[in-house]
Nanobody, 116 residues
Framework: QVQLVESGGGLVQPGGSLRLSCVAS????????MGWYRQAPGKQRELVGI???????KYADSVKGRFTIFRDNAETTMYLQMNSLESEDTAVYYC??????????WGQGTQVTVSS
Protein backbone atom coordinates (compact mmCIF):
# COMPACT_ATOMS: atom_id res chain seq x y z
CA GLN A 1 0.00 0.00 0.00
CA VAL A 2 1.25 3.48 -0.91
CA GLN A 3 0.81 6.46 1.35
CA LEU A 4 1.31 10.11 0.51
CA VAL A 5 1.49 12.62 3.33
CA GLU A 6 1.50 16.35 2.62
CA SER A 7 2.59 19.03 5.03
CA GLY A 8 3.60 22.67 5.08
CA GLY A 9 0.31 24.39 4.42
CA GLY A 10 -0.89 27.37 6.40
CA LEU A 11 -1.83 31.02 6.33
CA VAL A 12 0.44 33.45 4.50
CA GLN A 13 0.12 37.06 3.41
CA PRO A 14 -0.01 38.02 -0.27
CA GLY A 15 3.50 38.13 -1.68
CA GLY A 16 4.73 35.60 0.83
CA SER A 17 6.17 32.12 0.39
CA LEU A 18 5.42 28.59 1.54
CA ARG A 19 7.01 25.24 0.91
CA LEU A 20 4.85 22.13 0.80
CA SER A 21 6.20 18.62 1.23
CA CYS A 22 4.86 15.27 0.11
CA VAL A 23 6.40 12.10 1.50
CA ALA A 24 5.71 8.86 -0.33
CA SER A 25 6.01 5.52 1.42
CA UNK A 26 5.00 1.91 0.88
CA UNK A 27 5.28 -0.53 -2.00
CA UNK A 28 5.52 2.01 -4.79
CA UNK A 29 7.25 -0.19 -7.32
CA UNK A 30 8.74 2.64 -9.29
CA UNK A 31 7.51 6.18 -9.82
CA UNK A 32 6.56 7.47 -13.25
CA UNK A 33 5.64 10.94 -12.11
CA MET A 34 4.56 12.98 -9.13
CA GLY A 35 2.49 16.10 -9.15
CA TRP A 36 0.72 18.78 -7.20
CA TYR A 37 -2.93 19.63 -7.70
CA ARG A 38 -5.14 22.12 -5.94
CA GLN A 39 -8.81 22.67 -5.37
CA ALA A 40 -10.29 26.00 -4.39
CA PRO A 41 -13.76 26.25 -2.82
CA GLY A 42 -16.46 25.76 -5.43
CA LYS A 43 -13.95 24.88 -8.15
CA GLN A 44 -12.68 21.71 -9.74
CA ARG A 45 -9.34 20.24 -8.84
CA GLU A 46 -6.65 21.58 -11.16
CA LEU A 47 -3.10 20.67 -11.97
CA VAL A 48 -0.39 22.86 -10.47
CA GLY A 49 2.61 21.01 -11.86
CA ILE A 50 4.30 17.67 -12.31
CA UNK A 51 7.78 16.21 -12.11
CA UNK A 52 8.73 13.17 -14.14
CA UNK A 53 11.11 10.43 -13.06
CA UNK A 54 13.92 12.06 -15.04
CA UNK A 55 13.41 15.40 -13.32
CA UNK A 56 11.50 17.17 -16.09
CA UNK A 57 8.92 19.58 -14.73
CA LYS A 58 5.86 21.23 -16.19
CA TYR A 59 3.64 23.88 -14.63
CA ALA A 60 0.24 25.42 -15.07
CA ASP A 61 0.44 28.86 -16.67
CA SER A 62 -1.03 30.43 -13.54
CA VAL A 63 1.98 29.44 -11.42
CA LYS A 64 4.87 29.55 -13.90
CA GLY A 65 7.75 31.57 -12.58
CA ARG A 66 6.36 31.56 -9.04
CA PHE A 67 6.17 27.87 -8.09
CA THR A 68 8.91 25.25 -8.28
CA ILE A 69 8.64 21.48 -7.88
CA PHE A 70 11.65 19.44 -6.86
CA ARG A 71 12.45 16.16 -5.13
CA ASP A 72 15.04 14.79 -2.76
CA ASN A 73 17.76 12.43 -3.98
CA ALA A 74 15.76 9.36 -3.00
CA GLU A 75 12.87 10.75 -5.06
CA THR A 76 10.40 9.82 -2.35
CA THR A 77 9.84 13.34 -1.06
CA MET A 78 8.49 15.98 -3.38
CA TYR A 79 8.37 19.68 -2.61
CA LEU A 80 6.40 22.62 -3.90
CA GLN A 81 8.12 25.93 -3.33
CA MET A 82 5.54 28.68 -3.70
CA ASN A 83 6.69 32.29 -3.98
CA SER A 84 4.85 35.54 -4.64
CA LEU A 85 1.65 33.98 -3.40
CA GLU A 86 -1.64 35.54 -4.42
CA SER A 87 -5.13 35.25 -2.96
CA GLU A 88 -6.06 33.17 -6.00
CA ASP A 89 -3.60 30.52 -4.82
CA THR A 90 -5.82 29.78 -1.82
CA ALA A 91 -6.83 26.13 -2.07
CA VAL A 92 -6.33 22.67 -0.69
CA TYR A 93 -3.17 21.31 -2.26
CA TYR A 94 -2.93 17.60 -3.05
CA CYS A 95 0.03 15.41 -3.85
CA UNK A 96 -0.35 12.79 -6.58
CA UNK A 97 1.87 9.87 -7.51
CA UNK A 98 1.56 7.73 -10.62
CA UNK A 99 3.51 4.49 -10.53
CA UNK A 100 5.23 2.81 -13.47
CA UNK A 101 2.30 0.40 -13.62
CA UNK A 102 -0.09 3.36 -13.96
CA UNK A 103 -1.59 3.25 -10.47
CA UNK A 104 -2.51 6.67 -9.11
CA UNK A 105 -2.34 7.66 -5.46
CA TRP A 106 -3.42 10.80 -3.63
CA GLY A 107 -2.54 12.45 -0.38
CA GLN A 108 -5.08 13.86 2.04
CA GLY A 109 -4.39 17.46 1.10
CA THR A 110 -3.04 20.48 2.93
CA GLN A 111 -4.75 23.86 3.16
CA VAL A 112 -3.02 26.96 1.84
CA THR A 113 -4.66 30.28 2.60
CA VAL A 114 -3.30 33.52 1.20
CA SER A 115 -4.82 36.48 2.97
CA SER A 116 -3.88 39.71 4.66
Amino acid sequence: QVQLVESGGGLVQPGGSLRLSCVASGSIGGIALMGWYRQAPGKQRELVGIILSGGFTKYADSVKGRFTIFRDNAETTMYLQMNSLESEDTAVYYCNLVSKVSQSYWGQGTQVTVSS
